[in-house]
């Protein structure tokens, strides 16, 4: 049973671009992906979704393969406020109605 | 809206004692969500309901825990007897509508539970 997989940790430059890869390869044709994040100590904070198209919004844009198998998320420039571990939903586990999380990239923004 | 509010957002308490974390969702929420988070298992669903039924309890670990939602502006979960294992940081969130789909959910700040 495949699930949706994510690099544990990354670092990033401040400034830089962000793009946390998300591997969901079951995914299927009506399964929307979704992107949370967790700062630390905090709870869990929503960032953006999506079906088909790329997404933007204030916070992050989303990328998604045309195949749907994969998607990134992008932090077009990161800041230390940004250092945090960033969820793809683990669509294999999810029904529409549940969120089930998996353990994330860890992304570090280094001044 | 004040967003989902718990308490206690401390709580240290001994081995074998009760233990109620309390929750009020966000106003107008139909879904009602308990997680617990430690360093080994991650983010893990416990318990959800829809317009304060149980869907889906089969994250609950064991007997020692029970949630409830009497209404719609508040919802318990209750662990008896505690034990040092139980010690974690316990999230609640709410959604309107299904949050898998084209939900979002939003989290309180958790309750975190030391068992000594």
Known sequence: D?????????????GRAANLPCNHSTISGNEYVYWYRQIHSQGPQYIIHGLKNNETNEMASLIITEDRKSSTLILPHATLRDTAVYYCIDLSKTSYDKVIFGPGTSLSVIP | DAGVIQSPRHEVTEMG??????????????????????????????????????????????????????????????????????????FCASSFGLAGFTGELFFGEGSRLTVL
């Open chain 2, 17 to 90: 004692q009760e233990v109620t974390l309390r929750c009020k969702p966000i106003s107008g929420h139909d879904y009602l969500f308990w997680y617990r988070q430690t360093m080994m298992r991650g983010l893990e669903l416990l318990i959800y309901f829809n317009n304060n039924v149980p869907i889906d309890d089969s994250g609950m670990p064991e007997d020692r825990f029970s949630a409830k939602m009497p209404n719609a502006s508040f919802s318990t979960l209750k662990i008896q007897p505690s034990e040092p294992r139980d010690s974690a940081v316990y």
């Open chain 1, 2 to 14: 495949a699930k949706t997989t994510q690099p544990p940790s990354m670092d990033c430059a401040e």
